[in-house]
């Protein structure tokens, strides 16, 4: 029986991936003389803070250059600047229709909970004025392993106390899928139908994202 719902945050209720891009840009052009371009952005998606200095890091073939605690120091301002940017959010940033859907699982009674690796998610929610809808929120930085790994989506249903085969996981990321499906729950994705291809159940855009369309699927 299908009793909640574990989300991820970028790419599924809002679009935060342009101010991590625009905040790494700017400190890999600044600090480490290093250009990055869309398709490094794309390698940044749903990947951990430390995860993505690491991939700009090899991008730029400057992977053993940086002792950790300076790795740490860029990290920091990167996000101190990504903070600045992500301070203006307001509701106006939900993803289409993700309000419309959040507003329907919570009138039909079902869980709901964060799958971020993000550490800055309850400060988005507060700015898209979501925090209310969620039941809980995992906390990454007490995760051992990233998506693909299927601990932040099996630790979104634990803190919902419901199985992994009640619950529905909803991803843009194909490692957030991966995680999703490796978690034991049916797994929603968002976006290319095509690189989602691992997922139970596919809309193109959030907008076309449906609470009856998941049920059907969910109880084929
Ligand atoms: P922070 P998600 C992820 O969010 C982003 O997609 C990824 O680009 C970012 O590096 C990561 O959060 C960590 O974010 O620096 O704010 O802790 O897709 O898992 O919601
Ligand atoms: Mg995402």
């Known amino acids: 029986m299908l009793k909640g719902f574990v989300f991820d945050l970028d790419g599924v209720i809002t679009d935060t991936a342009r101010f991590h891009y625009q905040a790494w840009a700017k ?8 250009t990055i371009n ?30 950790e605690s300076q790795k740490a120091q860029f990290a920091t301002e990167k996000n101190d600047y990504y903070i600045s940017l992500i ?9 289409p229709g993700m309000k419309q859907f959040l507003d329907d699982i919570k009138a039909g009674g ?25 039941d809980a929120i995992v906390d ?26 009640e619950a529905v996981g909803l991803e843009d990321a194909v490692a957030g899928i ?24 596919n809309f193109t855009t959030t907008a076309d994202v449906a609470l009856p369309k998941i049920v059907d699927a969910f109880m084929a």
């Open 87 to 95: 301070s203006h959010m307001t509701p106006s940033d939900i993803l």
């Open 140 to 165: 990454p930085a007490t995760l051992h392993r990233g998506k693909p790994d299927p601990e932040i989506f099996a630790r979104g249903a634990a803190l919902l106390k419901i199985a992994p085969s």
């Open 178 to 201: 991966q995680a999703i499906k490796a978690a034991g729950e049916f797994a929603v994705g968002i976006g290319d139908p095509k690189l989602l291809h691992q997922a139970d159940l």
């Open 38 to 67: 869309p398709s490094v952005n794309e390698q940044l998606k749903g990947v951990s803070r430390m995860d993505s200095l690491n991939v700009i890091l090899r991008f730029g073939n400057q992977e053993n250059r940086y002792t």
């Open 27 to 34: 400190i890999a052009k600044d600090e480490l003389g290093i």
């Open 110 to 134: 079902y869980g709901i909970s964060l799958a971020s690796a993000s550490k800055n998610a309850p400060r988005i929610l507060t700015g898209l004025g979501l925090t209310d809808y969620f």
